[in-house]
């Protein structure tokens, strides 16, 4: 099992930065491709950024240049760095994480593993 944890949202304007953390805590040896999503009220979770083995990154054409997802195996810590953000960032962050080496093309529903999400707002 993987607990994972977020942090680091708040309330920005737009054009600023913010950066996510995601700590990762138990059975971490076995979660390959993790990813971060975005929800807002009523709509599907959005996979905005992912990163598979081999540290492969995909991105969302909406944040692809904007956003940088990262991690540090060492500490067991996902990142995702937010720049030039705009209003329609807002929402609730999570981060999720597969077993799978290749990150899945399927939704959220290919996830195992899920934070319990942190809120971004960004102000026009």
């Known amino acids: 099992q993987v607990q994972l944890v977020e942090s680091g949202g708040g309330s920005v304007q737009a054009g600023g930065s913010l950066r996510l953390s995601c700590a990762a805590s138990?059975?971490?040896?076995?979660?390959?491709?993790m990813s971060w999503f975005r929800q807002v009220p009523g709509k599907e979770r959005e996979n905005v950024a992912g990163?598979?083995?081999?540290?492969?990154?995909g991105y969302a054409a909406s944040v692809k240049g904007r956003f940088t997802i990262s991690r540090d195996n060492a500490n067991n810590t996902l990142y995702l760095q937010m720049n030039s953000l705009k209003p329609e960032d807002t929402g609730m962050y999570y981060c999720?994480?597969?077993?799978?080496?290749?990150?899945?093309?399927?939704?959220?529903?290919?996830?195992?593993?899920w934070g319990q999400g942190t809120q971004v707002t960004v102000s026009s």
């Open positions: 138990g059975n971490t040896g076995s979660t390959y491709c």
């Open positions: 999720a994480g597969t077993q799978s080496f290749w990150c899945p093309d399927g939704g959220p529903a290919a996830y195992i593993y």
């Open positions: 990163i598979a083995g081999f540290d492969n990154t």
